[in-house]
């Protein structure tokens, strides 16, 4: 189990620091937040840098760095919150394609993802413990989709979308829906980004639209998904907290009150003490469920991604408001930095959801893998 990049994701993480860091400044992503919340330009060059592939094998275009190679890349997002569809594109549309897509559909999905060409989009966000918002009806040699979605990143550019459907048996299956049989309607989110609500209604698929492996059922693709869907949002809270920590200790440096640094006061070092600790903890936990998730342990690594997002809801609320109120004023200026970090951290923590429903199916997890006390052999 490793709990530091090598020198490949060390790299990666570099490059992406880079290019996020030379396309990011405040006043361009107000710019970018202000035309819509889509960086479109930021995006092919990220492509161009073969970024959008990172974990994914080299047999289909990827780098071959698997999650931990995710995490360093989403981390700086994080960092710059860059307005990009970095997270949605990977990990529930890229990854998905690259496991569990056929070779027609790779080439029709996935390569133009790759090269910026198209964006490809996903939506796994249910609320509770429910796995899926859309039914699929069986119709033809197909199924119809209904249902609305309401929060998707980005498809109001993407060309396609990768969603689970429930099926009456109780079943579940993934698809790959193309956006122009579907209705889109702007929606407003807690960061600003470009996001949609869409609308299925009658919306026709078949097996050339359907994810699958075999001697795979429906349920455990949608869980390998969110699996990593989990591990990436992570990542990006990772980057998220760790830069509203280093801004919030620079502020609290050089703000003096009453002849000194904000910093020397006790009870502000003790609220970045304790937000410094709850960035470690997130760190920890999602290179933890990366490595594990690299090296094949799906098991322990469904575990260890909720126990990663459970840390993501809990301690990035936590770090994102200590930032804000140690900035006084300032925290609460819709113009000032560090209230994207407060934005975009509040998000990571409720998307896949909160701490109490992470915490819920945990325990439910832990209690169907562990004996309890009393129960016989």
């Known amino acids: 189990m490793k709990f530091t990049l090598d020198d490949d994701q060390a790299q990666v993480a570099a490059l992406a620091k880079e290019i996020l860091g030379d396309h990011t400044n405040f006043q361009h992503v107000q ?79 996935l390569t133009p993802l790759l090269d910026g060409s198209h964006l490809v989009t996903g939506s796994f966000d249910a609320p509770g413990n429910d796995r899926a918002v859309l039914t699929a009806t069986p119709s033809g040699d197909g199924w119809v989709l209904n249902g609305m979605l ?51 209604t009658d919306v026709p698929v078949t097996a050339e639209h359907r994810l699958s492996a075999e001697g795979r059922s429906g349920a455990d693709i949608v869980a390998w998904i969110r699996r990593r869907a989990r591990v990436g949002l ?44 709850d960035t470690e903890m997130i760190r920890l936990t999602v290179l933890r469920a990366a490595s594990l998730l690299d090296e094949g342990h799906e098991v322990e690594g469904d575990t260890a991604s909720l126990v990663a997002k459970w840390w993501v809801a809990k301690a990035t609320i936590a770090v994102v408001v200590n930032g804000q109120m140690l900035h006084g004023g300032l925290g609460g200026d819709v113009e000032y930095p560090i209230h994207r970090y407060f934005l975009w951290g509040r998000d990571a923590a409720y998307t896949l959801g909160s701490a109490p429903q992470i915490a ?11 004996p309890r006390i009393g129960d016989a052999e």
């Open 31 to 109: 710019k970018i937040e202000a035309e819509g919340g889509f960086d479109s330009k930021l995006w092919k060059l990220l492509a161009d840098a073969g970024l959008l592939g990172v974990g994914l094998p080299e047999s289909v275009g990827g780098l071959d760095l698997g999650m931990q190679g995710v995490v360093a890349l989403l981390e700086q997002q994080g960092h710059t919150v860059a307005p990009v569809p970095l997270w949605a594109a990977t990990c529930l549309a890229a990854l998905p394609l690259a496991e569990f897509g056929t070779a027609e559909q790779q080439e029709r999905w």
């Open 150 to 200: 309401p929060k998707v990143p980005a498809a109001e550019h993407a060309v396609a979308m990768v969603v689970p459907a429930a099926l009456p048996d109780g079943g579940i299956e993934v698809f790959v829906v193309p956006t122009d049989l579907v209705e889109r309607a702007p929606a407003e989110v807690t960061n600003w980004q470009n996001t949609a609500a869409v609308t299925c």
């Open 234 to 277: 992570a990542g990006l809270a990772l980057g998220i907290c760790a830069e509203d920590v280093r801004r919030t200790a620079a502020y609290t440096s050089e703000r003096e009150q009453f002849g000194r640094p904000l910093s020397t006061n006790q009870a502000v070092t003790f609220r970045m003490a304790n937000a410094h600790l």
């Open 360 to 370: 819920a199916e945990l325990g439910a997890v832990l209690g169907e893998r562990n």
